[in-house]
């Protein structure tokens, strides 16, 4: 049992390597400078009079010509104040749009189907209602589509913490899973992406006929887009660099509304027909098998003191090695102890969504939801 712990670690390791590598070449990539191309940002919004005032202020204060881009924001059907604060907000921004999704189509992929058909920019730039961007965002996205081969592209997404130790942990959880999708990225393997920072041309969204075929499904509008998209063209996607690019988006306030939205991402996975990524999910499940077999060996010595005291310490550094990177790009602010609390927490974690996600229904933003079998 020693042998299989520590060649599947040691495996781990060189896997971290290999994405603090795959970060770095990331980076690298430079931001082009060119023609301005017309933008439509399009943010399908459902019960967030919470969040609309800080969205609408941060898309108010973005620095780009305001006759080359527009927001539209769709509302899906809120049953609270959401859709009279969205339409109060924007009065005199002249180039912000209220829309409504008609009363037979709800969800989040239909109201983003209806601001593109509306939306007048070659460029849909798609993010959240509740997050925040930056000045710099649509600069950012732009340089990104001065390459031409790049048909959809995708920036990073930093979770910020409220203050509470919950949140704290989430934000390591988080900024760990963006590093992966953008160190992967690096070396040109999509792994996965998050829609609340993903842009893309409207004729390749029309040619792949948009959302089609899984409309149905509660989640994962990006990333089945960003493989119909990849399969109609072949080395298409790129990651968009710089800070400025980065999304900001709160934690979750509760656990059970953090479960839920675990629970609806990770649903995804069995929709998702990519032998690569597929392998990594069960790797990356096999891999916190092991390390809870660890941690659950040290009380009942079921390994050395020494043996324990080295894998611990060696996940410890080449983690930090990656991570560290990543907060430092997101502006998120590190924290050990909550990392060091992950390193208990998370094997547990991730199992027990990963089951959940299978077989539980759940709720989000008022409805009752569930993955088809």
């Not at 999509?190 to 390749?204: E, P, Y």
Request: hydrophobic share 45%; glycine share 6%; with cysteine.
């Amino acid at each position: 049992m020693g042998t299989l712990i520590t060649t599947t670690l040691i495996l781990y390791f060189l896997f971290l390597l290999f994405l603090r590598l795959g970060w770095e070449r990331s980076l690298r990539t430079q931001l082009a400078s060119g023609n301005l191309h017309h933008i439509s940002v399009v943010i399908p919004f459902r019960n967030e009079e919470n969040n609309l005032i800080q969205l609408i202020r941060s898309l108010s204060e973005i620095e780009y010509p305001p006759e080359l881009f527009e927001v539209l924001l769709v509302d899906d059907h809120s049953d609270d104040k959401s859709l009279v604060m969205a339409q109060d907000l924007t009065k005199g921004l002249k180039n912000f749009g209220v829309l409504q999704l008609e009363d037979n189509r709800e969800g989040k992929k239909q109201a983003l189907t209806k601001g593109i058909e509306h939306a007048k920019g070659d460029i849909i730039l798609t993010t959240d209602a509740d997050c925040k961007v930056r000045s710099g965002w649509l600069k950012a996205i732009n340089g990104a589509f001065a390459t031409p081969a790049h048909q959809l592209v995708f920036g990073a997404v930093a979770l910020k913490d409220s203050g509470t130790f919950f949140s704290r942990l989430q934000t390591m959880e988080f900024t760990s899973l963006m590093g992966s999708a953008v160190a992967t990225m690096g070396f040109g393997w999509f792994t996965m992406c998050n829609g609340a920072n993903l842009a893309f041309r409207k004729k390749a969204f029309q040619k792949v006929s948009g959302y089609e075929g899984n409309l149905d499904i509660p989640s994962g509008d990006d990333e089945f887009l960003v493989r119909k998209i990849l399969k109609a063209y072949p080395r298409s996607i790129g990651f968009v660099s710089g800070d400025e690019s980065v999304v900001d988006t709160p934690a979750q306030h509760s656990l059970t509304e953090f479960v839920r939205q675990r629970i609806r991402w990770a649903g995804k996975w069995r929709y998702n027909h990519s032998l690569p990524t597929r392998l990594l999910a069960m790797s990356v499940a096999w891999v916190q098998l092991i390390w809870l077999f660890v941690l659950v060996g040290i009380p009942l010595q079921w390994l050395s003191v020494e043996m324990s005291t080295g894998l611990i310490l060696t996940k410890l550094v080449f983690e930090m090695l990656l991570l560290v990177p990543v907060h430092r790009f997101t502006r998120v602010s590190w924290n050990s102890f909550a990392f060091i609390t992950l390193q208990f927490v998370y094997p547990l974690y991730v199992l027990a969504i990963g089951l959940a996600s299978m077989v539980s229904d759940y709720r989000w933003k008022g409805r009752s939801l569930k993955h088809r079998m």
